[in-house]
């Protein structure tokens, strides 16, 4: 199985997994995710930056409902090289609304192709259990 991909189907593959949202890349160039790589890029061939390692830290909110809720962001650890992006390591943490962790999760040894999608990303750091109707018994009355 292919691992490095080329930017846009790089981009296509974590958009089609629901991805959709805003990224930085190296905490700067806020933007959709292959717009936001590629001005990071310009920047390193421009020497306004410069690329130390061959790495590139992504960050998205999966999921924020306004500062007074908790929210999860995404952090991915891709590898780049000869223009290709390898999707090297992955980290879902969920914080509360004064950015205290509540729960993280970490994968490795995955691709871009076998990231989870934003859903079950989502799922691995929810831990909002459904509560369930229980019909009251009678004779207990209150």
């Given at each position: ?6 930017l846009?189907?790089f981009a296509?593959?974590l958009?089609?997994?629901?991805y959709?949202g805003y990224?930085h890349?190296?905490a700067a160039y ?8 590629g001005?990071?890029?310009e920047?390193?061939r421009n020497?306004?930056?410069?690329m130390?390692k061959?790495e590139?830290?992504?960050n998205?909110?999966l999921?924020?409902?306004g ?7 995404c952090?991915m650890l891709i ?5 290709t992006?390898?999707l ?15 729960k993280?999760?970490e994968?490795t ?8 999608t934003?859903k079950?990303?989502?799922?691995m ?5 459904k ?11 209150l």
């Amino acid at each position: 199985m292919e691992k490095a991909y080329d930017l846009d189907t790089f981009a296509k593959i974590l958009t089609d997994k629901g991805y959709s949202g805003y990224f930085h890349t190296q905490a700067a160039y806020p933007d959709k995710l292959k717009e936001s790589i590629g001005r990071y890029l310009e920047a390193c061939r421009n020497g306004t930056e410069d690329m130390r390692k061959p790495e590139l830290l992504l960050n998205t909110y999966l999921q924020y409902n306004g500062e007074s809720k908790p929210y999860i962001n995404c952090f991915m650890l891709i590898k780049y090289h000869h223009e290709t992006f390898e999707l090297d390591r992955m980290e879902i943490v969920k914080k509360d609304q004064y950015g205290q962790l509540m729960k993280q999760s970490e994968l490795t040894g995955l691709s871009v192709s076998t990231v989870p999608t934003v859903k079950e990303a989502i799922a691995m750091v929810n831990d909002e259990l459904k509560q369930k109707t229980v019909p009251r018994k009678k004779g207990f009355g209150l």
